[in-house]
């Protein structure tokens, strides 16, 4: 191993994740008297922050894999927000990739979105002014990240900052051109109204109800274990 290789690995944090929430969906407008046999919807599929905040401090770009019958199937977004609009008149699975700077992780993530166009109630009356909108709630976890990546993130309110080492300081936050944060974010996003509200307490509630089953789980396990382990033990002579 070189020199190289070895300092990299020497500023890595190890018992440390950074998590970073995201959503990821669709919003679709039925475009009313505009429509054609072929193009009764504009729709659009993103991936943003859960509080939509720039996730550029970590995505570096997002490739969205449309259905073969559009044009270049194939859509590159290298900047956020990261979106592309379409319109269409069918529903279909979208593959996500989102590919992370080098200080963050070498390897893509995949995610999949099943394209929603139309209303749960299909009975009901569609809408030109109210779109359709179908998102998922993520935490994409980074584990033992480099020094770098922390220094990078501290102080970037899209990012879950983990507990630190006691007596371990960071190095000074990189410089961050807020005017290229300001055009990531989504809050000012004419589709922002429409987003669902990802509540953390809501989330942490659920993950709080989710440990208790697994322990619960656990210790019934043990239980069972040890109930096992006693009835193979050999009986004690008298």
Known sequence: MGKSEDSEKKKKMKDVEISVPIVYGNAAFWLGKKASEYQSHKWTVYVRG??????????????????????????????APFELTESGWGEFEIAITLFFHNYVCEKPLNLYHHLKLYPEDESGPMSTKKPVVVESYDEVVFTEPSESFLARVQNHPAVTFPRLPAGFTLPPPVPQDESKRKRGDTKDHPLSQWFLNFSEADELLQLAAARQQVQTHIAKLRRQISLTDGQNQPFKSL
């Open 50 to 79: 859960a509080t939509n905040e720039d996730l550029s401090v970590v995505v570096k770009r997002a490739v969205f894999q449309l259905h073969s019958s559009f044009n270049n199937p194939t859509r590159i977004v290298e900047s």
